[in-house]
């Protein structure tokens, strides 16, 4: 029997085969190697956050002025007012630290990142004058699965057949 050797850009193939980077939405794979336009798409995701930040802000002063216009009275203008800024700081508050880690489940606050959707793009604007939002996550786990690939393929290397050809006992 011979053994085959391996060529050079079979190898290569092989070599692809390992841990795939995970997508990050707006980006793709680009925030691997920070090519195909990276910076652009940041300084577009950046602007383009911090716009519609000002345009929902503008959409909940209409609302506000429809309450002022309905005279509700002082209280459920305080109420709206409240109950706004809170959901606002924990939808800023839950999309942070979506960056930095995985979400155990977002289902039950839902509501709250609806209403408070200006913190949540005021996050991703403040992410993005830094990195892609999520990257340092992504990263991260990319890296540790490359690792681990290393690992286990250099484990792997050699004819197993091989091994033990010199200590082979005879009976």
């Known amino acids: ?19 795939r980077p995970e997508p990050i939405r707006f980006f793709g794979t680009t925030w691997v190697h920070h090519d195909g336009g990276y910076g652009w798409r940041r300084a577009g995701l ?35 007012i409240a109950a706004f800024a809170i959901c606002t700081a924990l939808a800023f508050r839950q999309t942070w630290d979506g960056f930095t880690r995985r979400a155990e489940s977002r289902g039950d606050n839902r509501g709250l990142l609806l209403i408070g959707f200006i913190g949540s793009l005021l996050a991703y604007f403040l992410r ?3 990195e892609a939002p999520g990257e340092r996550l992504h990263r991260a786990e990319y890296e540790r699965a490359l690792e681990a690939y290393e690992r ?19 009976r």
């Open 1 to 19: 029997m011979t053994i085959a050797r391996v060529s050079e850009a079979e190898q290569r193939s092989s070599d692809e085969g390992g841990p």
């Open 152 to 170: 286990r393929r250099s484990a792997r290397t050699g004819n197993p057949a091989t091994r033990n050809s010199g200590k082979r006992k005879r």
């Open 128 to 130: 993005c004058l830094r």
């Open 46 to 80: 950046a602007v383009g956050s911090l716009l519609a930040a000002a345009a929902g802000a503008f959409l909940v002063r209409f609302a506000y002025q429809g309450f002022d216009t309905a005279d509700v009275g002082s209280f459920v203008k305080i109420l709206f």
